[in-house]
């Protein structure tokens, strides 16, 4: 009875230490090229959506590094709207530090983008 008892709390907290290591889910319109990797690697927030002063959508994304070195994080948008797709933005870089975030913001090429996605990869040192 003792040994089944134990093995039932093991069981238990390697779960529960599973549950609590896990990543959490990626924001809606974002995902992660490499992603097995890269969600060891850094924590996205939830993007802030917003209007720029000309109408055009602006999306900006938190990321933060999550390991022991820096980071470089490239991500790229595609924004759709009631005109259909704009063709992908480029690349655009960011160097996160150890215990760090950085935003990366993008913005859509007319103001009838409704809708966007945001890749994120790993980039070269």
């Given at each position: 009875m003792f040994a089944r008892r134990s093995l039932l709390i093991?069981?238990?907290?390697?779960?529960?230490l599973a549950a609590c290591a896990s990543a959490p889910p990626l924001p809606r319109g974002v995902s992660l090229i490499d992603a097995e990797r890269?969600?060891?690697r850094i924590q996205v927030s939830e993007p802030l959506v917003s209007r720029s002063d000309t109408g055009t959508l602006?999306?900006?994304?938190p990321v933060r590094n999550l390991?022991?070195?820096?980071?470089?994080?490239?991500g790229?948008?595609?924004f759709r709207g009631s005109a259909g797709g704009e063709a992908?933005?480029?690349?655009?870089?960011v160097f996160?530090?150890?215990?760090?975030s950085e935003t990366l913001e993008f913005l859509s090429l007319s103001e009838r983008a409704?809708?966007?996605q945001i890749e994120l990869r790993e980039g070269n040192r």
């Amino acid at each position: 009875m003792f040994a089944r008892r134990s093995l039932l709390i093991t069981l238990a907290a390697a779960a529960l230490l599973a549950a609590c290591a896990s990543a959490p889910p990626l924001p809606r319109g974002v995902s992660l090229i490499d992603a097995e990797r890269l969600k060891t690697r850094i924590q996205v927030s939830e993007p802030l959506v917003s209007r720029s002063d000309t109408g055009t959508l602006r999306v900006a994304v938190p990321v933060r590094n999550l390991v022991d070195g820096r980071l470089v994080i490239e991500g790229r948008a595609t924004f759709r709207g009631s005109a259909g797709g704009e063709a992908p933005s480029g690349w655009k870089r960011v160097f996160i530090n150890k215990d760090s975030s950085e935003t990366l913001e993008f913005l859509s090429l007319s103001e009838r983008a409704g809708d966007y996605q945001i890749e994120l990869r790993e980039g070269n040192r």
